[in-house]
Nanobody, 115 residues
């Protein structure tokens, strides 16, 4: 089992910044990727950003140039730096951890961007 603890969500005005953190513990061997997904009310959960064990990154088009995903392998933690936030970024953000044969999700953290 893998436990994921997310933090850093909150309320921010449009144009502001937030940094999300997700710390992984437990059976984190054979880690393949960690990333962030988000789900707004009434919408599906979509990928926001992802980083692999080789530090390859991927972003949704809607956040490119504004969000940056990074990781600290010593702390088994992945971060999402979110700048120039927009009201449409409002959602519950979920951390995802993948290793061979398994996918784990965090409990989610709310990000609300006011206009």
């Amino acid at each position: 089992q893998v436990q994921l603890v997310e933090s850093g969500g909150g309320l921010v005005q449009a144009g502001g910044s937030l940094r999300l953190s997700c710390a992984a513990s437990g059976s984190i061997f054979s880690f393949s990727s960690m990333g962030w997904y988000r789900q707004a009310p009434g919408k599906q959960r979509d990928m926001v950003a992802e980083i692999t064990s080789s530090d390859t990154t991927a972003y949704a088009d809607s956040v490119k140039g504004r969000f940056t995903v990074s990781r600290d392998s010593a702390k088994n933690t992945v971060y999402l730096q979110m700048n120039s936030l927009k009201p449409e970024d409002t959602a519950v953000y979920y951390c995802r951890f993948r290793r061979i044969g398994f996918t784990y999700w965090g409990q989610g953290t709310q990000v609300t961007v006011s206009s």
